[in-house]
Structure formats: structure tokens, C-alpha cells
């Protein structure tokens, strides 16, 4: 059983899905958790289900966390958003806000908690990452960018951090029940001229070998186990959780 007794945890995009189910996990096994979260209202009232604080943040707006300093033990980057579309039509603005969120913004929580997690030897950096780190799928070309970079971002952070006592990993779902995968079944849909009840089987489903989606509360186990003491020798890791749609 992982103990985080007396840590502190920051779980970004913390009131629904797969950070909520993060929240809950990490609060069990005794850590105090900050939800993050551009909803205000949701973060409170999952702070308030887990015990812990709310963070109500915007975090494309990365010019405001350029000089933010954190004292938390464990950080898990997972906010994120989506957006279904070809190149040639792909909104340039969108692109950048899904870069902004999903590797500016985790670049700029590690830059302001390493200080302290130097101070103590101890850090534990948690990259929502996904299958689509590692593999591209057409007409995601930002997210799939992001979680590439994010990627990368968290190996040069295991290799800084190893000396120190911090390590940092990627988690790697595929297409996981949660609101971010529901939204887009109705975008797939369109690009790929199929009707929405096909998206799942047809679309989501149709590179693994495990014929269903993540469920946010497996996702929360593994990052749980990371975030503990026994997982110290584990660092510039991604770990697949994508029902061997990788292995291809």
C-alpha cells in the first residue's frame, strides 16, 4: 500500500475524470491534494469530497504562472482539452491554446515546485501523457504535438531531477470514459463520415486489443503507485495503458 502521509499533491484538471479520480486516490492514501481547475464551483466541491484545497486557474494563461512558486511534493500534470479537425482547417489559435495548456503550463508547475522538492530530496512529477505520445492518430495534429512534447519535457525532467531525489514519468492511457473523450465522439464522427454510435468501436477502439475504454480509477492506481516511495527508481518512464494498441 503506498503511504503519502504528510505530502502534498497538486492534481491539475482535478474535478472531473481521470484527475478527480486521481484526487480521490491520492487523498486515501493520506496525502493532502490541491484540485486544480479553470471550474472554480467543481474543484471546490471535489476538494471538499477529498479533504484537500481548490485552485481555481487558468492554465493557458501561462504569462501568470512565470513567476509562481510551489511547495508540493507530487505533481500531476493532467489537465487537457481536444480538438478533432484536419490540418488545413485546423484553428491556429486552438493549436497554440493546446500547447499552452498541455506543455507550457506543465513546464511552468515543475519550474516553480523543483526548489523545493530539491530542498527535500523528494518529488514525485506525474505527465497525463497518452497513447498519442507515442503513436499518431489523423486529425489531432496540436494534441498529439503536445503529448509528444510532454513526453520529451518529462525525460529531461528525470534526468535533471535524478540526482535530487525527484522523478518523472508518463502515463499513457488510450481513450479513457471521461467527459474530454465524450465530446469528441460527435467530431469523429463527422471527420471520419460515420455515424456517432460507430465512433467508439470503430474509431477509438479499433487499434487495441482490449475491446473497452480505460476506466479514470485504473489510470489513478498507476499514478498512485508512482507517486509513492517504492516506485523511486523509476523515472523518464512511460507506461502504456492503451490495451495494446502500442504493441502494433
Known amino acids: 500500500m503506498t503511504d503519502l502521509t504528510g505530502r502534498r499533491a497538486l492534481v491539475t484538471g482535478g474535478a472531473s475524470g481521470i484527475g478527480a479520480a486521481c484526487t480521490v486516490a491520492l487523498a486515501k492514501a493520506g496525502a493532502h491534494v490541491i484540485v486544480a481547475d479553470l471550474n472554480g464551483d467543481a474543484a471546490r ?37 481536444q480538438h478533432v479537425n484536419p490540418i488545413e482547417t485546423f484553428d491556429p489559435v486552438m493549436f497554440s491554446r493546446i500547447l499552452d495548456l498541455m506543455v507550457e503550463a506543465p513546464f511552468l508547475l515543475v519550474r516553480a515546485a523543483l526548489p523545493k522538492m530539491y530542498e527535500r530530496s523528494f518529488g514525485r512529477i506525474i505527465n497525463l501523457s497518452s497513447v498519442h505520445g507515442l503513436r499518431a492518430s489523423p486529425y489531432k495534429s496540436a494534441y498529439v504535438t503536445a503529448k509528444h512534447g ?6 529531461v525532467t528525470a534526468l535533471e ?11 499513457n492511457p488510450g481513450y479513457v470514459r471521461t467527459p474530454l473523450v465524450e465530446k ?37 492506481d498507476l499514478v498512485l503507485w508512482l507517486a509513492g516511495d517504492s516506485a523511486g527508481m523509476v523515472t523518464g518512464a512511460s507506461y502504456t495503458m492503451d490495451g495494446g494498441w502500442s504493441a502494433r
Not at 161 to 171: D, E, I, K, L, Y
Not at 185 to 203: L, M
Open 150 to 155: 510532454l513526453e520529451g519535457f518529462s525525460k
Open 45 to 81: 466541491a471535489q476538494a471538499e469530497l477529498v479533504g484537500g484545497e481548490a485552485w481555481q486557474v487558468d492554465l493557458t494563461d501561462t504569462a501568470a504562472l512565470a513567476d509562481l512558486s510551489l511547495d508540493v511534493d507530487v505533481i500531476v500534470n493532467n489537465a487537457g482539452i
Open 184 to 220: 469528441q465522439i460527435a467530431d469523429q464522427a463527422k471527420v471520419h463520415g460515420i455515424p456517432e454510435s460507430e465512433v467508439v468501436e470503430k474509431v477509438m477502439l479499433t487499434e487495441s486489443a482490449i475491446k473497452r475504454l480505460v476506466e479514470p480509477a485504473e489510470v489513478a
Open 161 to 171: 531531477g535524478g540526482a535530487h531525489g525527484v522523478t518523472s514519468n508518463c502515463v
